[in-house]
């Protein structure tokens, strides 16, 4: 493939397609139609995609990341030059295959790191700038790695799962700090029919877990390495461990879109906890004072951040739509635009 692709829902049934985002040639230094696999993550409402193609000038596997002010494009060059080329790792392999599949994970200290690798996993600190190294490159040990790492965390448990062997099954490991130790738990997700890799990603959305993969079920004419994408959901154990994927024909359901609806007082800040989606975006707001007038509602996030606002209408009600934000817990204010409380 040329190019990498965007898609969006937000039922997870429904899905839009947009113009191609970023392509192969977007990068200078890059050559052929490589576009393997890729993350994208948010900054400072800029969005950073990270990505795995060939180097020009090696030729050789390397990684690079494109910016851009919107998850759907354009994307350029954040660089000019490839963030990882395959010279930094090769004291480790000697291959010239092994940088691929970059993920990244933003820790609860703002912290970024940047996880990949072929045969071995490696892993660095990323800069404030998201286009930069700011450590050494480290090596993880993990038993049968592949390719295809992916870090996520719930609770105070981080988790690690990548692919293993060949044909892929997808495995995981558990740890309480992003440095590890990591304890390996086991296979996680069995051989995808008609497909050699087992490329995967795991996601909070609403009030689920999804493991999103993929499998040869459509059959095209690149075999098994053109890939069906396939999502499932994803359960824990009571002593937070992952319970082995199901994989269906059916998928998940469809979310069906959720109003939230909150009665505020004046002057007072209340705490909502915002999931942009699956709901439909929209929280609808009422003062329970219908003599009140002028009264500005404003929505904080916890750093005291106005994310937006609005004034209610004659009937003291208002709805603010939240589709734009992240998923997180905000203040929302109640404020007397008169008295500038």
């Known amino acids: 493939m040329p190019n990498w692709l965007v898609f969006s829902s937000k039922d997870l049934k429904n899905w839009e397609e947009y113009e191609v985002p970023l392509k192969t040639s ?22 950073y995609w990270f990505v795995s193609t060939e180097h020009s000038s090696m030729p050789r596997k390397a990684i690079g990341v494109a910016v851009s002010n919107s998850p759907t494009g354009p994307f350029i060059d954040a660089k000019g030059t490839a963030l ?21 994970w933003v820790d609860d200290d703002g912290q970024a790191y940047i996880f990949w690798g072929k045969s071995k996993c490696y892993y660095a600190k990323l800069k404030d700038n998201r286009i930069e190294l700011d450590s050494e490159i480290m ?9 295809a790492p992916w870090i996520h965390k719930r609770g105070d448990w981080y988790y690690l799962s990548y ?6 099954k997808t495995v995981y490991a558990m740890g309480q700090s992003i440095n590890g130790p990591w304890e390996y738990k086991g296979i996680l997700n069995e051989l995808a029919g008609n497909s050699n890799t087992n490329h995967h990603a795991i996601v909070e959305y609403g009030d689920n877990w999804y493991f999103v993969y993929h499998n040869g079920g459509t059959r095209t004419n690149g075999g098994s390495y053109l890939s069906s994408v396939c999502m499932d959901y ?4 009571e002593d937070n461990s992952i319970k082995s994927i199901q994989m269906t024909t059916e998928g998940v359901k469809k979310l069906e879109a959720i109003t939230m609806s909150i009665e505020v007082n004046p002057n007072k800040r209340t705490q909502i906890k915002v999931y942009p989606n699956p709901t439909d975006g929209i929280i609808k707001v009422e003062l329970p004072d219908e003599d009140l007038m002028n009264y500005e509602l404003a929505l904080f996030d916890m750093k005291g ?11 003291k009600k208002s ?12 203040i929302l204010n109640c404020i007397n635009s008169d008295r500038l409380i």
């Open 139 to 147: 090596n993880v040990s993990l038993p049968n790695f592949t390719e």
């Open 319 to 330: 709805q603010l739509n939240l589709s734009h934000l992240s998923k997180g817990i905000y």
């Open 163 to 168: 692919s293993a062997w060949w044909p892929e």
């Open 305 to 315: 951040v106005k994310q937006l606002s609005s004034f209610l209408d004659n009937t």
């Open 234 to 237: 994803l359960y824990y154990n």
């Open 26 to 47: 977007d990068f200078q230094w890059a050559s052929g139609n490589f576009s393997w696999a890729s993350q994208v993550i948010e900054r400072n409402g800029k969005f």
């Open 84 to 104: 990882i080329t395959n010279n930094m790792t090769t004291k480790w392999t000697g291959i010239s295959w092994d940088d691929i599949d970059p993920t990244v």
